[in-house]
């Protein structure tokens, strides 16, 4: 039986709880048998060079190799991944560009076959995918009590891997936005409205440059991977996601009264984000 992860509360104080205990529950959960037995099969399949073909019609192990890199939805897109892996031996493909997401890029560079269409990785490479496995489905249970803390952990360990100092702003705005839960968080903590979806990709990328430096008075993109603003940027995610599923709740008109209130009628732990929080 897989080890469930232990998350008390919701929002901020949740999140306060998730980050103390991680370490701990996480070396739980990876020493649950289901976990070890796939990291075990991972590492026996990947302990010597396999064909692409064997690789992508061998679901366990195409599955654990997605899920290390936060693509486990991705998992039964066999054709897709040996399109994938075709495409990043080609120098002259613009296939991975043009999909615009970083998790598949690194899948793809990490797997990348040689010249003979094996795929032949280093036992460190191995070791290294098998504990992002680890992590990777850990955040997955979380997302199964709590969709929100499993944002706020996938943006926290994707955010420095998307914003890089040797890229134009253009080129990381581009992968933040292709990044799913980096944009999710980033959407809630800057309050844009469900139409900014809907705008053009250039216009999206304007927008979420204009309200990081109001929102969070940064100078440069890359400011966003210093520890202290990855903590500002999930506080407020946090207080805002929390504060919209309380209007589910309460409806409109109840939430306005209740703002109004100093809200009071929020709840205890509504009304205990907005205390906690540098809001």
Do not use: C, H
């Not at 396999?50 to 019609?57: G, H, L, S």
């Not at 009628?265 to 009304?271: E, I, L, P, T």
């Amino acid at each position: 039986m897989v080890f469930q992860p232990v998350i008390p509360l919701s929002g901020l104080a949740g999140w306060a709880f998730l980050q103390s205990t991680y370490d701990s529950q996480l070396e739980t959960y990876s020493n649950s048998a289901q976990v070890k037995n796939d990291i075990d099969y991972f590492t026996e399949k990947l302990s010597k060079p396999i064909a692409v073909e064997d690789f992508v019609t061998d679901g366990r192990l195409r599955r654990i190799a997605l899920t290390s890199f936060g693509l486990s939805e991705e998992s039964w897109k066999t054709g897709y991944v040996r399109t994938v892996l075709d495409e990043v031996q080609d120098p002259e493909s613009t296939f991975l560009a043009r999909l615009n997401n970083q998790a598949y890029t690194d899948f793809a560079n990490a797997l990348r076959p040689n010249a003979d269409g094996m795929i032949n990785l280093a036992s460190a490479q191995v070791e290294r995918m098998a504990g992002q496995y680890a992590s990777e489905s850990f955040e997955e249970a979380v997302g199964e009590q709590d969709n929100a803390m499993r944002l706020s952990l996938n943006y926290q360990s994707e955010i420095s891997n998307l914003v890089d100092a040797d890229s134009t702003d253009q080129t990381n705005l581009y992968r933040m936005l292709g990044s799913v839960p980096v944009r999710t968080v980033m959407e809630t903590a800057l309050g844009l409205p469900s139409e900014f979806a809907t705008l053009d990709i250039d216009r999206q990328a304007e927008i979420l440059d204009e309200e990081l430096q109001k929102k969070f008075n940064i100078s440069s993109l890359t400011d966003l991977t210093e520890p202290d603003m990855i903590d500002r940027v999930i506080q407020r995610y946090q207080v805002l996601d929390s504060l919209n599923q309380s209007a589910v709740a309460t409806g409109s008109a109840a939430t306005a009264l209740t703002l109004l209130s100093n809200a009071v009628g929020f709840g205890a732990v509504a009304s205990q984000n907005l205390f906690l929080s540098n809001f």
